[in-house]
C-alpha cells in the first residue's frame, strides 16, 4: 500500500500562486494513478486534477482549468499539483490520492482511489 503526504499550502492572497507536493513512499508509485481533491469546509469533497499512472492522460475540473497544473516526477516519488490565479473559492484542504488501477483514463471519482494523504490546507483571502 503506498503512503502520501502533501506539503505547499498554506495562507496566499487572490491572484496568486502556490505548488502542491505528495510524496509517496514505495517502489511501484510509478504504476498509480495519482490525483488532486479538495473539500471545502461544509462540502462534499471533489475531484480537481488527475495523472495517469503513465503521465499520458491528464484531466481537471471545469473549475480549476487553464489555471492548475497537475505532473509528476516517478524518479522523486512525487506528484504536483501548480496551482496559478488562485480565487477564494478555491480554498480547502487538498488532499492526493493513488489509484492502483493501471488505467489509462484518469479517475474521477473519490471512491476509485485506494490511498490517501491527511491533506493540507490552502487559503485563498481577498
Known amino acids: 500500500q503506498v503512503q502520501l503526504v502533501e506539503s505547499g499550502g498554506g495562507l496566499v492572497q487572490a491572484g496568486g500562486s502556490l505548488r502542491l507536493s505528495c510524496a509517496a513512499s514505495g517502489r511501484i508509485f510509478s504504476s498509480y494513478g495519482m490525483g488532486w481533491f479538495r473539500q471545502a469546509l461544509g462540502k462534499d469533497r471533489e475531484f480537481v486534477a488527475g495523472?495517469?499512472?503513465?503521465?499520458?492522460?491528464?484531466d481537471y475540473a471545469d473549475y480549476v482549468k487553464g489555471r492548475f497544473t497537475i505532473s509528476r516526477d516517478n524518479a522523486k516519488n512525487t506528484v504536483y499539483l501548480q496551482m496559478n490565479s488562485l480565487k477564494p473559492e478555491d480554498t480547502a484542504v487538498y488532499y492526493c490520492a493513488a489509484d492502483r488501477g493501471r488505467s489509462p483514463i484518469v479517475a474521477l471519482a473519490p471512491g476509485q482511489y485506494d490511498a490517501w494523504g491527511q491533506g493540507t490546507q490552502v487559503t485563498v483571502s481577498q
Open positions: 495523472i495517469s499512472w503513465s503521465g499520458g492522460s491528464t
